[in-house]
């Protein structure tokens, strides 16, 4: 049976808000991060690896009109917001601060906050997928075999096609990526390559032909 995730919205108007097409869409998950936890540290000379990776797949997906959604952690703070998390990563004295100065969000871009690991856990990721008209989702971000793993798992439960960039997604230590990649590889069967690999054409057009077939089976 299809995932509800893929039906078309009863309501195209979206309450006066309509989101643009996006089959093929990158999350960009945790990476406005302060670091500020325990354990933080190991991550700061990967996750500045990744940035730089990712920084060049975000302006590519952009510029092949892919729609990017920033799916940030709240960090605990109920009263804030993915703007007040922006400033506090980028202006204050934080060990995440580079990351977060060289992923900035463009103001096209989308973002969810979650309380928890998967960016689909009591989120709105659901029903912004759905208008988007969504079918590969590529994830980004931190870390490896936390977050990234968990969303993927519920990616993969919804049917969406789950590309992981390995170059574009980091853990607190090298052993902990390696076994988070060959588990999406080897249970999930999660495409994973580096980033430089990643043909947003092609994705767009696999993307479409997909929902042109499902929508011609009814």
Same mark, same amino acid.
């Given at each position: 049976?299809?995932?509800?995730?893929?039906?078309?919205?009863?309501?195209?108007?979206?309450?006066?808000?309509?989101?643009?097409?996006?089959?093929?869409?990158?999350?960009?998950?945790?990476?406005?991060?302060?670091?500020?936890?325990?354990?933080?540290?190991?991550?700061?000379?990967?996750?500045?690896?990744?940035?730089?990776?990712?920084?060049?797949?975000?302006?590519?997906?952009?510029?092949?009109?892919?729609?990017?959604?920033?799916?940030?952690?709240?960090?605990?703070?109920?009263?804030?917001?993915?703007?007040?998390?922006?400033?506090?990563?980028?202006?204050?004295? *934080?060990? %995440?601060? @580079? #990351?977060?100065?060289?992923? &900035?969000? /463009?103001?096209?871009?989308?973002?969810?906050? !979650?309380?928890?690991?998967?960016?689909?856990?009591?989120?709105?990721?659901?029903?912004?997928?759905?208008?988007?008209?969504?079918?590969?989702?590529?994830?980004?971000?931190?870390?490896?075999?936390?977050?990234?793993?968990?969303?993927?798992?519920?990616?993969?439960?919804?049917?969406?096609?789950?590309?992981?960039?390995?170059?574009?997604?980091?853990?607190?230590?090298?052993?902990?990526?390696?076994?988070?990649?060959?588990?999406?590889?080897?249970?999930?069967?999660?495409?994973? *390559?580096? %980033?430089? @690999? #990643?043909?947003?054409?092609? &994705?767009? /057009?696999?993307?479409?032909?997909?929902?042109? !077939?499902?929508?011609?089976?009814?």
């Amino acid at each position: 049976m299809p995932s509800s995730t893929h039906a078309p919205p009863k309501n195209q108007d979206l309450h006066g808000n309509v989101p643009d097409a996006s089959p093929v869409v990158l999350l960009a998950i945790d990476v406005i991060n302060d670091l500020e936890f325990e354990g933080g540290e190991a991550l700061v000379e990967p996750g500045e690896r990744m940035a730089d990776c990712l920084r060049d797949l975000l302006s590519r997906a952009r510029d092949a009109g892919v729609a990017v959604i920033y799916s940030n952690d709240n960090f605990g703070r109920w009263r804030s917001d993915f703007h007040q998390q922006v400033d506090h990563c980028t202006r204050e004295d *934080v060990r %995440g601060r @580079e #990351i977060a100065r060289r992923l &900035l969000p /463009a103001k096209e871009d989308y973002f969810v906050l !979650k309380p928890k690991h998967s960016a689909f856990f009591a989120t709105a990721l659901d029903t912004l997928l759905s208008y988007l008209g969504a079918r590969t989702l590529i994830l980004t971000g931190l870390t490896t075999d936390s977050c990234i793993l968990a969303t993927a798992i519920d990616a993969d439960m919804r049917d969406f096609n789950v590309v992981v960039p390995e170059d574009c997604v980091a853990a607190i230590s090298p052993e902990r990526h390696r076994r988070a990649l060959s588990h999406l590889r080897e249970v999930l069967d999660t495409q994973v *390559v580096p %980033g430089a @690999e #990643i043909d947003f054409e092609a &994705l767009l /057009a696999a993307a479409r032909e997909k929902s042109e !077939k499902a929508a011609a089976a009814g």
